[in-house]
């Protein structure tokens, strides 16, 4: 299994900043492919807000490009979404989540599965 433990939401003003943390433990993190931070605001859908994969490549929504920056740290098993230049319409539920992909991580065999955190409320002031 993955446990992913967010961190980082909180309130701030429009133009500001927050870094977002989803700490991903247990045996299946050998098993992570692809992570991704997701948003829900009140009434809407949950939109993919950014993805990085493996390697180190990302992809963002248009709303975010050039304001957000997805990362990811492997030995710590962590995620990260730098929120610059904060806007109200940013204002959402944040969830991180990992996907994990079938096959042989050494003996240790991985199932297919998405594992998602709990949400971290990010709230923009006007």
């Known amino acids: 299994q993955v446990q992913l433990v967010e961190s980082g939401g909180g309130l701030v003003q429009a133009g500001g900043s927050l870094r977002l943390s989803c700490a991903a433990s247990?045996?299946?993190?050998?098993?992570?492919?692809?992570m991704n931070w997701y948003r829900q605001a009140p009434g809407k859908e949950r939109e993919l807000v950014a993805v990085?994969?493996?390697?180190?490549?990302?992809n963002y929504a248009d709303s975010v490009k050039g304001r957000f920056t997805i990362s990811r740290d492997n030995a710590k098993n962590t995620l990260y979404l730098q929120m610059n230049t904060l806007e109200p319409e940013d204002t959402a539920v944040y969830y991180c989540?990992?996907?994990?992909?079938?096959?042989?991580?050494?003996?240790?065999?991985?199932?297919?599965?998405?594992?998602w955190g709990q949400g971290t409320q990010v709230s923009v002031s006007s």
């Open positions: 989540n990992a996907d994990t992909v079938a096959g042989y991580r050494g003996s240790y065999f991985c199932i297919t599965k998405a594992y």
């Open positions: 247990g045996e299946s993190t050998v098993c992570i492919s692809a």
């Open positions: 990085i994969y493996s390697g180190g490549s990302s």
